[in-house]
């Protein structure tokens, strides 16, 4: 530019000519100063593109009446129910007997996962029962891969309305144990049962199933809406007083409350960051919100304070009296209440029992609630040499 008004004071160009190249540079400068930006653009929406495309592509969950049945038998209970439903009586009291299940998987998921050998799949008619009878495992064996196995014969029932606590070491398929529950995975014909209420959930509807237990896990999601919007996502109508109660509980109103916009406050890039433990409140309000007979606790928990864990417990224990609840946690004082503990290690259940049963028996529950006892004596005694 210097040059130019230099060559346009001698009258080596004229005055016309330099503004002509002042405004072509213009022109030309911003283009290529963006050409940066739109590269960089460029590959953060190949990436999201491939987020979507993995989403549109995958391959959709089986609905409940998509297999053809085989057998006659099965054919004929599936009129029966059709007929049945049309003279208007409900599912649960359905007179069904299940069938055996004859129909091979076809997906690639399922030739995948399974307990080793050739699987079939039994989902025929989506049964929608009653959801509050006891959950019984027999036999459950699960891999995610053929030569690695996750389950190995897992046997237990939960008694309706009873609490059910599972500890164990990493890896060792408390997870797994749920997400089969909850038909995330689909346990194979020859590996096992899952029954609730005395029916195999691969015979009940899918949807219906997850309607039915409310999961928390440990890194729950939420979306970048308002508080409200994330607690009474699974209520058609928000009302303010469900809402706050389901907070309260959560033990998670309070913190609520002290951001400037409260319930309004937004959640994540555009909006406050929750923490860990806030997160997981939050979660755990969502939950409360479907109002679930059987309800899960997959370490969801495990980001909040002994002090808090203990009071939200309780204050569960008395809203969700009825509700079966599963709760999987590393932390002794979390589940030390609940009826019945399993103690796993690589996918084989070591011990089971009642807190009181197990710390007076030689094994892995004494050892962990030893460590932790004398883990959480040292912090209190220093947090007393501090004072
Ligand atoms: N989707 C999956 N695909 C393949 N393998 C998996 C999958 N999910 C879990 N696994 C494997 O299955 C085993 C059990 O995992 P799971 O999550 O059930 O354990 P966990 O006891 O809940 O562990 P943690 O206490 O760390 O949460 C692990 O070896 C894990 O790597």
Redesign the pocket.
Known sequence: MVTGVVFAVNGRITLGEFMAFISYNASLTWPVRSLGRIISDMSKAGVSMERVAYILEAEEEDAAVKCEAKSTDRNENAENIVKKKKAGQSEATLDYKIPARTAERTSEDSENKGCGEKQTLGHIIGMKPAMDGDICFRDVSFS??PD?P?LKNINFTIPSGSTFAIL??????????V?LLNRL?DLPEDCGSITIGGTDIRDIDRQYLRQNIGMVL?EPFLFSRTIRENIGITKEKLLDEEIRHAAEIACVDESILHFADGYDTIVGERGVTLSGGQKQRVAIARMLMKEAPILVF??SLSAVDTETDNKIRKELKKEMEKATVIM?S?RITSLMQADCIIV?DK?VIQQMGTHEELIHQEGPYKDIYEIQMNSDIRLMEGGAACE
């Open positions: 995610y891969s690695h996750v164990g070491t990493t890896g060792s398929g408390k997870s797994t144990l997400h995975y440990q997959d370490d999987i590393h796993m996918g």
